[in-house]
């Protein structure tokens, strides 16, 4: 298995506009896996993240959900999306949830097509963590072209406890040090220096050297795709999506677990428990299911136990997407608690109890 960039994909922000930004992104897949009608997954980076969110590399032992995948059955094209790591950075303004959706459609017709691989996959599965869910959502509700959805570190609810999270976690990237220099307007945010720890781990599944290493990384989000994109998660929107959905979160996820700025409280304590609240917003035809990393925070991928969310994905998406040929893919060791690739569900994980979708 290996990982490869691909730099500068022309899109455009809407629909009959000319093709002026470019998106760029990595592309992990075995040999066998780059041919013809196989199940790719593209993944969405959540906000103040690029495409490293998903192959973090080695601090302290592997942190790679693309490799993880790819090495397991399904290859990924991890991506940096619209304002973002190597990819374009155009007005804030523009960076809307709508405009990334549209940007992410572009991608997987470029999938389909062959355009970026150098051979056409045959599905498409869409991932996406925290900001980059209400664009995946967005992306699934308005073109309908995936075969399947993984939202991560986002559902139905905002919790109380992020929205009052004192002193406010995001600032104007151009304020700054890492981007002080960039000529970001300043609609561009970051979060503040030292709050990454508090807002997107949880012990005792937190590892200091990464979230070190996280504080260096970080990227940049907008004002604009925030604003539109929390719009997503007290809609019913969602109800349009008619493809299966997984949702996944950590136990212990700050922005979404608890106590709910909707009222009540969201319950991460197990995967049925989330596929249960999470059902009145997606038709029968999502077959929602959810899963629950136990002791993560908001950024499973980067967790201790980062490699039993990959788990669960392979599992959920050989299950109810499929892939072509899952001959010679390995199971995973030792975070799926003995399972089986391919044999149902992870532990972990849960559907709802029969009438509740």
Known sequence: MSCFNIAAIPVALAPGQ??????????????????VGTTVQL?????SYNHNYWDFGTTDGVKSYARDVAAHGFPTFALDSMGSGNSSHPSSDQITVQAVAYVEHQIVQA????SIAGVPFGKVI????SLGSTAVWEEAISYGDVDGVIITGAAHSLA?????????PFYPAMDDPKFANSGL?????????GDRSALFYSSPDRD?????????????????????????????????????????????DLTTCGRSTQGGNFDCSSGAAVAEQEAPFYSPQARIHGCVVPDSGHSMS??????LQAADAVAWSSAFVGQQDSAGSEGFRGSDRGLPWNDGLPWNCGGVSSGSN
Request: include cysteine.
């Open 160 to 168: 109380n406890a992020f929205v009052n999270f004192s002193p406010p």
């Open 111 to 114: 999938l389909r097509n062959g």
């Open 185 to 193: 307007d300043k609609g561009y945010l970051t979060t503040v220096p």
């Open 302 to 307: 980067l967790a201790i136990n980062n490699r």
């Open 18 to 35: 000319f093709a002026g930004y470019t998106v760029s992104g990595e592309l992990c897949a075995t040999p066998a896996e780059l041919r």
């Open 43 to 47: 993944l969405i980076h959540g906000a």
């Open 126 to 129: 869409i991932v996406g963590h």
């Open 208 to 252: 200091p050297a990464v979230v070190a290493q996280d504080e260096q990384r970080k990227d940049v989000f907008t004002i604009a795709e925030l604003a539109t994109g929390v719009q997503l998660v007290t809609s019913k929107a969602t109800l349009a999506i008619h493809v299966p959905v997984l949702t996944m979160l950590g136990s212990n």
